[in-house]
T-cell receptor, first 110, second 116 residues
Framework: EDQVTQSPEALRLQEGESSSLNCSYT??????LFWYRQDPGKGPEFLFT???AGEEKEKERLKATLTKKESFLHITAPKPEDSATYLC???????????FGKGTKLSVIP | ETGVTQTPRHLVMGMTNKKSLKCEQH?????MYWYKQSAKKPLELMFV???????ENNSVPSRFSPECPNSSHLFLHLHTLQPEDSALYLC???????????????FGEGSRLTVL
């Protein structure tokens, strides 16, 4: 059974204070790891797909990295508009569906 | 128009009511999904449709009944719900769910359901 654990559960940063969110996973045959952003009262918005260890992807202040056991979402010099819940999900060869983590709620204080 | 549109955005219903949630996607995708999102829990997959055919039913109670008349539209019919069914119901689509690979999901904004 695929499993995804995200940490921390909540993170509070000052504007400009860089940090990282963690997504640890166990999966039989990773076909893809996905990051989503979810604003309150809205559906998740797709950010990145990572397919293999060592892969990195960037978008504005966000950078996602992948190892064989975990993925990090690095946030550089965050702004208040980066406040959201960030979800991680994996697609494993042994499962017919994505397995989601519970998310990390990020708050960036001006 | 936005990629995936859900209506209504908010719904309050009694336990004996019958209501429906609607989802429409304008992305040309072939797979559509219903997810349930409850506080402090991961997203839970409910149903999957590929090319209008239901391919997965994730042990969902029969008081939830999906319908997919074509690749662009998806409904979730609700009847005799319980208060614990109160949640955010999310519709999503992906280019193809063939061979069990989901790929990137594109979500609607959700329907917030409250069961009294």
């Amino acid at each position: 059974e695929d499993q995804v654990t995200q940490s921390p559960e909540a993170l509070r940063l000052q504007e400009g204070e860089s940090s990282s969110l963690n997504c640890s996973y166990t999966v039989s045959g990773l076909r893809g790891l996905f990051w989503y952003r979810q604003d309150p009262g809205k559906g998740p918005e797709f950010l990145f797909t990572l397919y293999s260890a060592g892969e990195e992807k960037e978008k504005e202040r966000l950078k996602a990295t992948l190892t064989k056991k975990e993925s990090f979402l690095h946030i550089t010099a965050p702004k208040p508009e980066d406040s959201a819940t960030y979800l991680c999900a994996v697609d494993g060869a042994g499962s017919y569906q994505l397995t989601f983590g519970k998310g990390t709620k990020l708050s960036v204080i001006p | 128009e936005t990629g995936v549109t859900q209506t209504p955005r908010h719904l309050v219903m009694g336990m004996t009511n019958k209501k429906s949630l609607k989802c429409e996607q304008h992305l040309g995708h072939n797979a559509m999904y219903w997810y349930k999102q409850s506080a402090k829990k991961p997203l839970e997959l409910m149903f999957v449709y590929n090319f209008k055919e239901q391919t997965e039913n994730n042990s969902v109670p029969s008081r939830f009944s999906p319908e997919c008349p074509n690749s662009s539209h998806l409904f979730l019919h609700l009847h005799t719900l319980q208060p614990e069914d109160s949640a955010l119901y999310l519709c999503a689509s992906s280019p193809s769910g063939l061979a069990g690979y989901t790929g990137e999901l594109f979500f609607g904004e959700g329907s917030r359901l409250t069961v009294l």
